[in-house]
């Protein structure tokens, strides 16, 4: 039978995610499915524990991975932490601190935002201000902000959140694999991020990792997490209990891709990975530059996997994508929100982050524009 899977064609994704994935992953991808309780699995998820601590730099026992796209862990961060009637303040700059913020709504925070323009980082200084003025519970902020492409200084913000007493929420869904960030170092008490930019797989799991300050809240919660299917208390007997203890039917094979781009970010080294991310990043806004295109950034607050080019006036935004896609099998992202049409969003995550890869688009991009 014939089948449209066999025809897909193979794109070069260089959007904000998901990224290329490497042969290496795709390879373990089609291993034998091995039973959620199975105890070869189970080494398959202390593998993937201790590999996690790596990469996330840290040292929490709660370092696990939930089942399901960032989304997933921008919840299960936010549903274990927050009781009903906590005050939370988000820190927001774009598309994904407002996500936060309806999300810690709907769990029944008292959430307070303390917005910066789109494409500019959280000011420091606004951050002590409004930390100095009122007493919250939990702070939570985006690391790298995907919709435009600003880095955001939560290694200074940390220290100011832990020495009010408040709980630190970081999404690390862009950051993690990309970026430098220490989640024990910089007073992280909650984390996630996702399988499928800068770590290099297909989406469907989420990292997360939560400080043991943090994890004595959640057990020591009033009133059970609301949430059955996130609930750390019972993911951690899943995942460390002795003996374990049934909590869903874990996809095996996503465990199996996750497990092998940890192995492949070790092999080359972490920092090594954040330089390669860093080269292709300078190699292509000198491109871009070189093509007379400016970027929305800043230069020092810019993120390396995710890169915002101001669209030349006069060209139409769509139109150009759309050809990216159809004549040279390449995919970039739109804008969001308020920078819909105004700008397109590259993306250097996990293996797209090559300069062959960059020369392959600045090569079609110039082309397309020339016309
Ligand atoms: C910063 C950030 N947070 C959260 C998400 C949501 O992740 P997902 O789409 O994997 O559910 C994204 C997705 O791009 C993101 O970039």
Not at 111 to 128: M, R, Y
Not at 315 to 320: G, L, Q, S
Not at 331 to 355: C, D, N, P, V, Y
């Amino acid at each position: 039978m014939k089948s449209l899977l066999d025809s897909l064609d193979s794109v070069l994704l260089m959007g904000p995610g998901p990224s290329t994935i490497s042969p290496k992953v795709y390879e373990v991808m089609g291993k034998t499915t091995l039973g959620h309780m199975d105890p070869q699995f189970f080494s398959v998820m202390d593998g993937l524990k201790d590999s996690l601590r790596k990469v996330m730099q840290t040292h929490n026992e709660a370092t696990i991975t939930i089942s399901g796209t960032g989304t997933a862990g921008m919840e299960a961060c936010l549903v274990n932490l927050i009781e009903p009637g906590d005050s939370m303040l988000v820190i927001a700059n774009g598309y994904f601190g407002a996500r936060m913020q309806e999300m810690a709504s709907r769990l029944g925070a008292v959430v307070s935002t303390l917005e910066f323009p789109w494409g500019s980082p959280v000011d420091v200084e606004a951050v002590k201000k409004e930390l100095n003025s009122k007493s919250y519970r939990i702070v939570g902020m985006v690391h790298a902000e995907t919709s435009t492409g600003v880095r955001n200084p939560i290694e200074q913000i940390g220290p100011l959140v832990r020495s009010m007493g408040a709980f630190f929420l970081v999404d690390a869904v862009t950051s993690l694999g990309g970026i430098e960030i220490k989640p024990d170092e910089w007073g992280i008490d909650a984390m996630y991020s996702c399988s499928q930019k800068c770590l290099g797989c297909p989406s469907g799991l989420s990292p997360v990792t939560f400080s043991s300050r943090a994890m004595e809240k959640i057990v020591n919660r009033k009133t059970k997490v609301p949430n059955f299917y996130l609930d750390m208390t019972l993911l951690m007997k899943y995942w460390n209990g002795s003996p374990r203890v049934y909590h869903h039917t874990a996809p095996a094979n996503m465990y199996y891709a996750l497990y092998r781009a940890l192995e492949l970010i070790q092999e080359e080294g972490v920092q090594a990975v954040y330089q390669r991310h860093l080269d292709a990043h300078r190699y292509l806004v000198e491109g871009l530059e070189k093509m007379g295109l400016s970027m929305l950034v800043e230069a020092p607050h810019r993120l390396p996997m995710l890169n915002t080019v101001k669209i030349p006036e006069g060209v139409e935004d769509a139109a150009v994508r759309k050809e990216l896609r159809s004549s040279y099998k390449i995919e970039i992202g739109a804008g969001l929100g308020s920078l819909a049409g105004k700008i397109w969003r590259i993306g250097l995550m996990g293996h797209t982050a090559r300069r062959e890869n960059v020369d392959i688009f600045l090569k079609a991009l110039a082309r397309i524009l020339r016309r």
